[in-house]
């Protein structure tokens, strides 16, 4: 779905450069969970950025769902961000004075064309967030957790293939961090390939994969194995086993 090969960002002021990435390359496949792990300066927002196609590298390849990013013009860009790409971000980025089936529905509205049944597809979206009784309630009268849950459906929408969220969690309390993630971990398994921008080890371990960046590159690309992974591992070897032994005899 995501294949970085070499990636380099420099940003000019004037005469002066300031590199940010440093040759990273990584793949990440359909239907993966992978948080993008770093402390502030890393590089992880501008890595975020490109990702979305919100910023271009100065270097190297970029190829999402096999589409040469790198090489579009920003007419391209933007009709590949609102066809393939969610966003949300740590500032929920609400219209105060509307609700949050207006909210959601803002995608729709600045699409190329607006679909028919737009109002239909923002209450299925909000619905799955579980605020299908908080349809007509503004922003402000909204707690955190809920006002991020919009932002969320707002991301749904369009039905994205991909869902870029850039520390989702740094402006909400424990319990509604929680929530957040938790629906995040069941697009995912409902097929979304989520990529997840954290500083918090807390956060990143609800990940599938972490990939830590320390000064612009990619220091650590692991997988993370939780006891019940460890536990289904070990039958699926103990039935394979007990299978190969059942044939020999």
């Not at 949300?88 to 207006?102: G, I, P, S």
């Not at 607006?114 to 923002?122: F, I």
């Not at 007509?136 to 809920?146: A, D, I, K, N």
């Not at 590159?217 to 039935?239: K, L």
């Amino acid at each position: 779905m995501i294949e970085l090969r070499d990636i380099e960002k420099t940003y000019y002021s004037g005469n002066v450069a300031t590199p940010v990435l440093h040759g990273v390359t990584f793949r990440i496949e359909r239907g993966e969970y992978v948080a993008i792990m770093g402390a502030s300066g890393t590089g992880k927002s501008t890595l975020m950025n490109i990702l979305g196609c919100l910023d271009k590298p100065t270097g190297g390849e970029f190829h999402l769902d096999g589409i040469d990013v790198v090489n579009l013009d920003d007419e391209e860009l933007s009709h590949l961000r609102n066809e393939k790409i969610g966003f949300v971000f740590q500032q929920f980025h609400l219209l105060q004075r509307t609700t949050a089936l207006r909210n959601v529905l803002l995608p729709l509205i600045y699409a190329e064309a607006y679909p028919d049944d737009a109002e239909d597809r923002a209450d299925v979206a909000l619905t799955a967030v579980g605020l299908e009784d908080r349809m007509t309630y503004r922003p402000h009268e909204l707690s955190g957790g809920q006002q991020q849950r919009v932002a969320i459906a707002r991301a749904l929408v369009t039905d994205p293939e991909i869902i870029l969220a850039d520390e989702p969690t740094g402006n909400l309390d424990s319990r509604s961090g929680i929530e957040v993630l938790a629906i995040f971990k069941r697009l995912h398994r409902q097929g979304r390939t989520i990529v997840l921008v954290t500083h918090s080890d807390d956060v990143a371990e609800h990940a599938d994969r972490v990939i830590v960046m320390t000064d612009g590159t990619i220091a650590e690309d692991r997988r993370v194995e939780r006891p019940r992974d460890a536990e289904r591992e070990n039958a699926e070897r103990t039935e394979n086993g007990e299978q190969r032994e059942e044939t020999v005899t």
